[in-house]
């Protein structure tokens, strides 16, 4: 049984930093992709970024350039590394697994419990 847990969330000012982790088990972690995604109030989820197995990532255009996702597969565990937050990347931010092998992050996959980040002055 995958199971995927976040850690990480907080509050933080604006143009601060934060690194959400995610700490999988259930599966073989390095033949996965992975992503987060996040939810704001009101707003539908979206995903944020994935990587994949071999390491190739891909992120949403509003967090390019801030937003870094990086795994270690020795630790069974996928990064978010947020710099330079603004307000509107406040919401609770999952993480998600490929259902099977090659799949992408979706919402077929598997998902954690999310973990808040706000950002506010």
């Known amino acids: 049984q995958v199971q995927l847990v976040e850690s990480g969330g907080g509050l933080v000012q604006p143009g601060g930093s934060l690194r959400l982790s995610c700490a999988a088990s259930?599966?073989?972690?390095?033949?996965?992709?992975m992503g987060w995604y996040r939810q704001a109030p009101g707003k539908q989820r979206e995903l944020v970024a994935f990587?994949?197995?071999?390491?190739?990532?891909n992120y949403v255009d509003s967090v390019k350039g801030r937003f870094t996702i990086s795994r270690d597969n020795a630790k069974n565990t996928v990064y978010l590394q947020m710099n330079s937050l603004k307000p509107e990347d406040a919401a609770v931010y999952y993480c998600?697994?490929?259902?099977?092998?090659?799949?992408?992050?979706?919402?077929?996959?598997?998902w954690g419990q999310g973990t808040q980040v706000t950002v506010s002055s």
């Open positions: 259930g599966s073989i972690f390095s033949l996965y992709a």
């Open positions: 998600n697994q490929g259902q099977r092998i090659g799949d992408l992050p979706g919402p077929s996959g598997y």
């Open positions: 990587i994949t197995p071999g390491g190739s990532t």
